[in-house]
């Protein structure tokens, strides 16, 4: 069983920058990719990023395009979202998912983590 722990949300002014991180244990085959995932109140959860843990292949959607950065660390089993120049619109719950193969439909994604909040104030 895949369990995934986030953390490294917190509040911060626009313009800011926060590191979330993603814990993981229990990797097996079918949790080759790890997706973050962001949720707004009011609003449908949307992929922000993943990486294939497998060969670095990473994808980002547009609104986050070269402000996030996510990374891993094998060793250490985590994986990073950098987020730069945060925008108030980037204000949500952060998850963090895993599945056997990357996509940023969170339907494709069994297991999930808690959640962090990410709130940028303007």
């Known amino acids: 069983q895949v369990q995934l722990v986030e953390s490294g949300g917190g509040s911060v002014q626009a313009g800011g920058s926060l590191r979330l991180s993603c814990a993981a244990s229990g990797y097996t085959s079918s949790s080759s990719c790890v997706g973050w995932f962001r949720q707004a109140p009011g609003k449908e959860r949307e992929g922000v990023a993943f990486?294939?843990?497998?060969?670095?292949?990473?994808g980002y959607t547009s609104a986050v395009k070269g402000r996030f950065t996510i990374s891993q660390d094998r060793a250490e089993n985590t994986v990073y979202l950098q987020m730069n120049s945060l925008k108030p619109e980037d204000t949500a719950m952060y998850y963090c998912?895993?599945?056997?193969?990357?996509?940023?439909?969170?339907?494709?994604?069994?297991?999930w983590g808690q959640g962090t909040q990410v709130t940028v104030s303007s």
């Open positions: 990486i294939n843990r497998r060969d670095d292949g990473t």
């Open positions: 998912a895993a599945s056997g193969w990357c996509s940023d439909w969170p339907s494709n994604y069994p297991y």
